[in-house]
């Protein structure tokens, strides 16, 4: 195989969730950018990164190190440290509108998260008939990107060609996605590399930080502020409880008391659930690994799905199991950074993604509304059938 063709299993071959796949090393690449003085170089951090980083330095597992984390990424060099988090609040806010959309056009339905690039790779090649039913909204880390080299550039007055934008994220199928044709704009991709959470780790230790005896500090911003919603796109479940929390208040118009919506929590590989809103049920499913994907799949061709809205991510828990991060992870770790995610949805300020003030912020200045036009140019995205490299359904 090559960088970025697993043929371990031909059912996800873009994601390897037990890190079986050498990966890509971009980390010479990164350097290069922050050692090159005409470059201004932007970094996101995943959800999930920071409930895992701690373990390569010896933390209890789950421990949360996001602001040591930033602290680290300033020493290396990095221009400014932003959250990809805030990215997740743009992506739920977008892809909220868009299943309101469906569901009162009954067009596209059941329809499906698509942040997972495993997943989309999934659908691509193995169910290609059934592509319109991938919601349209890019994931949190291109959407991030998107806003980096257009809006953020404008403001301070930069050439978007100057930006070199990195994302740390616990998946090696997110070093494919960057380089697809449509994730870019000008000349130029809009994300340039992405680095896993063990790139991170050998990057600490190269520069020789010590890590645990680190100072604390806090994301740059603007956009390094985002909510509790957020914070939970790192756990399976997690970006369905997050667009459940705006599609309630948005649909309703009422504000929603309890923001924990705890059927989708946990590790079942297919977890249901029934919403009433206003009198509407609305039906929902959520999936991990793309073994428990294909039933719900295998349904949809079949005429036999009553789902409304459903999400998967292609790694066991979803991307705290990821196949980017330390080498060592089971599902008690899993577990660990599962509840250390709650613990940051539950102490953050705002929690739903829609309160975010600095998105709040940017609609106004910049994106008009979701699903505006300028929002479908920079936020959304489209599909196409791809070559399957084994048919195991043969
Ligand atoms: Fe990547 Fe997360 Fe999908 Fe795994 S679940 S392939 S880590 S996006």
Redesign the pocket.
């Known amino acids: 195989f090559n960088n970025t063709q697993c043929v371990l299993c031909g059912q996800c071959s873009l994601?390897c969730?037990v890190g079986a796949l050498v990966e890509k090393d971009d980390t010479e690449r990164v350097l290069d950018a922050i050692f090159d003085p005409d470059k201004i170089v932007i970094v996101q951090t995943a959800p999930s990164v920071r409930v895992a980083l701690g373990d390569a330095f010896g933390l209890p597992k789950g421990s949360i190190v996001t602001k040591k984390m930033v602290t680290a990424l300033r020493m290396i060099g990095f221009d400014k440290v932003f959250d990809t988090n805030y990215g997740a609040d743009l992506t739920i806010t977008e892809e909220a509108n868009e299943l309101i959309e469906r569901i009162k056009s009954g067009q596209k339905m059941p329809m499906a998260t698509s942040?997972?690039?495993?997943?989309v790779n999934y659908v691509e090649k193995h169910y290609p008939d059934l592509l319109d039913h991938l919601s349209t909204t890019k994931s949190p880390m291109q959407i991030f990107s998107a806003i980096t080299k257009t809006h953020y550039a404008q403001q301070k007055h930069i050439d978007p060609k100057k930006i070199f934008t990195v994302a740390v994220m616990?998946?090696i199928?997110?070093k494919y996605e960057i380089t697809r044709p449509e994730m870019g704009r000008d000349g130029y991709q809009d994300t340039d590399a992405v680095i896993t959470t063990r790139g991170l780790i050998k990057l600490i230790k190269y520069i020789g930080i010590d890590f645990n005896n680190l100072p604390e500090s806090e994301f740059d911003n603007p956009m390094g502020e985002a909510t509790g919603a957020a914070a939970i796109f790192g756990t399976t479940g997690g970006v369905m409880e997050a667009a459940l929390r705006t599609t309630y208040e948005w649909l309703t118009g009422k504000e929603m008391q309890n923001v924990e919506y705890t059927p989708v929590r946990g590790f079942d590989g297919i977890k249901e659930a029934e919403i009433n809103i206003d009198g509407k049920k609305i039906r929902i499913a959520v999936a991990h690994t793309l073994k428990n994907a294909k039933v719900i799949m295998d349904k949809i061709r079949a005429g036999e799905c009553e789902y409304d809205f459903f999400e998967v991510?292609?790694?066991p828990g979803?991307?705290l199991g990821?196949?980017?991060q330390p080498v060592d992870t089971t599902m008690a770790v899993n577990k660990k950074r599962m509840e250390a995610l709650y613990t940051i949805d539950k102490n953050t300020k705002y929690r739903k993604s829609h309160e975010n003030p600095y998105l709040k912020k940017l609609y106004a200045e910049f994106l008009e509304k979701p699903g505006s036009k300028i929002a479908h140019e920079l936020l959304h995205t489209h599909y196409h059938a791809r070559k399957k490299m084994y048919d195991f359904d043969k």
Do not use: E
Not at 115 to 119: K, L, Q, S, V, Y
């Open positions: 994601a969730p942040c997972c690039p495993g997943w616990p998946c199928a997110k991510m292609a790694c979803g991307c990821g196949g980017g």
